[in-house]
């Protein structure tokens, strides 16, 4: 039934003091920011345990205060934050969502409705897209109401169908959904609904300077005889093969990076560098403005419930692979000034950044005494990774030994090989044999710990990091598993930066990032505060583990844009 009456809501509210659960029907997916292109048309609620359904028509003249009383009521759902954006909500406390349930119990399983309502032997009435038609076109799901309260039944049956389904998965994973799970969703929606400023004239000064390096690499290339389409794989290999290079493999990027370094050809650092400085060029200076909303800010998506190890992914736009790094002086000093580009809303930020916080993390899970020690020393751990390797004092180390110290450091810990190691640091691969080799002579207690979780994980088919996140492995994966190492670590730093973000928000720094092991806040002068509160998080998360045989820091800074941070 429709609720068509505020004080018939709040009777239900205060009737019925349990969860409620709350899904909604939408125009499309773009629904974060406050002047948003899509938005709830309808929304479902269910008094969990009861089974008892009701629908909202958000063209009520009453929904503004239905909206003020929704805000305060105990929610939960499937991926709730959409919904929360759709409504133009600002809930007054975390909720309860069984997408993070569910992922939290297998990182890699389905998460959709439609697939989990398979669990309790149910299928849908219809398909969104058979309700919106066949050419299933976004942005008609208001079209199937003939006024106000009167919608299409089958939708109405499909919206009740998803609350059942999820009322269902609350019964069943409540016990796997924690506090932080709630409380990291509220600050999540609060950064989204903040945004981040894009100086689009900066942006636009760096495409200028991009285009040329473009078009000198793709002369160069021209000129050596190629009339094709430079970002086609597989033409670019068939110029190359006919150049009298021998290529296999249509992976142009793991195939010509080696090769450039064995033999220096320009025309395969011609080939590298185009399509580095193209790649910049087309997928952040020409894509990122289209993102801006009219309020002028980007309300980029953050996906809590994506990757296999915890970390958060990005999306609209995938704000977590703007350019830091580079392989060349000045591909790092381009890549750098992207970050120029962006600020908060109050024109500045602040924010800081966890130093090597993984590395941090497998020290204390192993119980590795160099790495202990380097760290209460407060020594660079690759520098005495490094000295232990080649037999050298760290104010002794010859040219390059800590640069392939830090690459098997980092490496081994995501299930790197010899050859792949072999890449990063430029040596044949029977060399890179011999540095892991070494590696595990200085480090013998990392590498005992590393066999004995993938043994473990081989044994019991999954692998979970100290927050109980777990990933499963599929039958034909347990015997050649090579992640279960970095699903610890990786997916306990993840937790940590976790605790950290909703120390931050709920210290009042307003984040409005969060970017690998970094948060900026869409605040000025507050870098060491920003510093501190993570590092404190950090530190206190895990007080019964290991972890404590370490300290997490963070650096902090602040300034105009994100790159002083």
């Not at 199937?144 to 919206?159: I, V």
């Not at 480090?443 to 043994?455: A, F, G, N, Y």
């Amino acid at each position: 039934m429709f609720l068509k009456k505020t004080e018939h809501l709040q009777a239900l509210a205060d009737q019925h003091k349990g969860d409620w659960i709350l899904d909604t029907e939408t125009d499309g997916l773009q629904v974060r920011g406050p002047l948003s292109r899509d938005k709830a048309w309808i929304i479902g609620l269910l008094a969990h345990g009861t089974g008892a359904v009701f629908f909202i028509d958000t063209a009520a003249p009453e929904y503004p205060a239905m909206l003020k009383i929704l805000e305060r009521m105990p929610l939960v759902g499937h991926n709730l934050r959409f919904d929360i954006h759709a409504m133009g909500a600002h809930p007054a406390q975390p909720w309860n969502d069984t997408m993070l349930a569910v992922y939290s119990q297998n990182t890699r399983r389905r998460k959709s409705l439609d697939d989990l309502a398979k669990l309790f032997g149910r299928s849908k009435v219809a398909t969104m897209g058979e309700l919106k038609g066949k050419k299933k076109q976004q942005n008609t799901i208001h079209l199937l109401r003939r006024g106000l309260y009167d919608w299409d039944e089958k939708l109405l049956q499909y919206l009740e169908d998803d609350l059942i389904v999820t009322s269902k998965l609350w019964t069943r994973y409540s016990r796997c959904h924690t506090d932080l799970m709630g409380k990291v969703e509220f600050a999540v929606q609060r950064m989204e609904d903040r945004g981040i400023r894009l100086l689009t004239d900066r942006l636009e000064a760096l495409a200028r300077d991009i285009r040329p390096l473009v078009q000198t690499n793709q002369d160069f290339i021209t000129h050596k005889g190629f009339n094709g389409n430079l970002n086609s794989p597989k033409q670019v290999l068939a110029f190359l093969n006919s150049r009298g290079f021998s290529i296999e493999s249509t992976n142009t990027k793991l195939v010509l990076e080696p090769m450039f370094l064995d033999t220096g050809d320009p025309l395969l650092g011609a080939i590298l560098m185009y399509r580095s400085w193209q790649k910049k060029e087309r997928d952040f200076c020409q894509t990122l403005p289209k993102f801006v909303q009219p309020d002028g800010l980007i309300h980029g998506g953050i996906k809590t419930a994506r990757t296999a190890t915890g970390r958060f992914s990005h999306e609209d736009p995938n704000l977590g692979q703007i350019p830091k790094q580079g392989k060349t002086p000045q591909e790092r000093e381009i890549s750098k000034r992207f970050r120029s580009c962006f600020q908060g809303a109050s024109g500045g930020c602040s924010g800081a950044d966890f130093s090597q916080v993984e590395l941090r993390v497998a020290a204390a899970l192993s119980c590795d005494e160099r790495m202990l020690e380097a760290f209460a020393q407060g020594e660079d751990p690759h520098a005495a990774t490094a000295a232990a390797t080649s037999g050298c004092s760290i104010e002794k180390l010859p040219d390059g030994e800590r640069f392939k110290a830090k690459a098997t450091n980092f490496g081994i810990l995501n299930g790197m090989g010899a050859a792949r190691l072999a890449l990063q640091i430029r040596t044949p691969v029977s060399e890179a044999r011999k540095f892991i080799d070494k590696h595990r002579k200085a480090h013998p207690e990392l590498h005992c710990w590393m066999r004995v979780q993938t043994l473990m994980a081989e044994a019991s088919s999954s692998a979970h990091a100290l927050d109980g996140t777990h990933r499963v492995y599929p039958v034909g994966e347990r015997n050649h598993i090579t992640s279960a190492v970095s699903q610890q670590v990786q997916g306990t730093a993840a937790a940590l930066m976790k605790h950290a973000l909703v120390a931050c928000d709920e210290a009042g720094l307003r984040p409005i990032l969060s970017v690998h092991d970094e948060l900026v806040g869409d605040v000025l002068d507050k870098g060491e505060e920003y510093a501190k509160i993570m590092q404190d998080a950090a530190n206190q998360a895990f007080p019964e583990s290991r972890l404590k045989q370490v300290s997490f820091v963070a650096e902090g800074g602040q300034g105009e844009t994100w790159e002083a941070v």
